[in-house]
């Protein structure tokens, strides 16, 4: 029973994508699941509404309100998912040594580089990230499965 945390900068955009997509997956059933951002912009709120359609277009809609990471995830989750470079330097510099082993990249499975933000962009970043990430989490499966 994996414990995965998804972690991207506002929490209404990437990690809630990554969130839903492993959600959706059979194998995680009982699986603790969730997602936070580095920032505090967007606490409250529900994911961004081209997050939602992605989602919802793949049947893997969840109900979501955005949060910041805490101290407390750094012992409630096993993998801590980054979404960017920039999202793990921020991990880093928050995480007690004894987990920072759990810190990782989300495209790591794929060779490694960073998920996209596409806040600013157009729908058509949404389905991008939703592929990237679709084969990201597969590949990351049988590990966190073992784990
Ligand atoms: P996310 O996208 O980190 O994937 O949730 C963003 C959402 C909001 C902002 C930036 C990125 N923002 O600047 O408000």
């Given at each position: 029973?994996?414990?995965?945390?998804?972690?991207?900068?506002?929490?209404?955009?990437?990690?809630?994508?990554?969130?839903?997509?492993?959600?959706?997956?059979?194998?995680?059933?009982?699986?603790?699941?969730?997602?936070?951002?580095?920032?505090?912009?967007?606490v409250?709120?529900?994911?961004?509404?081209?997050?939602?359609?992605?989602?919802?277009?793949?049947?893997?809609?969840?109900?979501?309100?955005?949060?910041?990471?805490?101290?407390d995830?750094?012992?409630?989750?096993?993998?801590?998912?980054?979404?960017?470079?920039?999202?793990?330097?921020?991990?880093?510099?928050?995480?007690?040594?004894?987990?920072?082993?759990?810190?990782?990249?989300?495209?790591?499975?794929?060779?490694?580089?960073?998920?996209?933000?596409?806040?600013?962009?157009?729908?058509?970043?949404?389905e991008?990230?939703?592929?990237?990430?679709?084969?990201?989490?597969?590949?990351?499966?049988?590990?966190?499965?073992?784990?």
């Amino acid at each position: 029973m994996a414990r995965v945390l998804f972690v991207c900068l506002g929490n209404i955009c990437r990690s809630p994508m990554a969130e839903g997509i492993l959600r959706g997956r059979a194998v995680s059933h009982g699986w603790s699941i969730d997602s936070a951002g580095t920032a505090g912009h967007h606490v409250g709120e529900g994911a961004d509404p081209r997050t939602e359609r992605t989602l919802a277009r793949h049947g893997q809609s969840f109900s979501h309100a955005a949060r910041r990471v805490t101290l407390d995830d750094f012992t409630r989750f096993d993998h801590i998912v980054a979404m960017d470079q920039a999202n793990l330097a921020d991990l880093r510099r928050l995480c007690p040594a004894t987990s920072q082993h759990k810190l990782a990249l989300a495209l790591e499975p794929l060779g490694g580089g960073d998920v996209p933000d596409p806040y600013y962009g157009e729908m058509d970043g949404f389905e991008h990230i939703h592929t990237l990430l679709t084969d990201a989490i597969d590949a990351w499966i049988p590990a966190w499965s073992s784990s």
